[in-house]
């Protein structure tokens, strides 16, 4: 996950598409690119957002194909 700000405090979640929370992280700066493991949920489409102060953004995801 990259973003085009330097964003910090960020707090990454991942979730179904139902709405179901299935991973959260949280990064301290997005300074550079961060890598998430995303082994431990089945493959298929979620959402991924993050979020920080002042920022928010949510983008659909693919998972294992």
Known sequence: VETLENIQN?????????GQEALNFTVPSFSER???N?????????ILQVRAAGFSVSKRILVGF
């Open 10 to 18: 960020a707090t990454i979640t991942i979730h179904t598409l139902l």
């Open 34 to 36: 961060q890598l998430l």
């Open 38 to 46: 995303l082994t431990t949920i089945p493959a298929g489409q979620y």
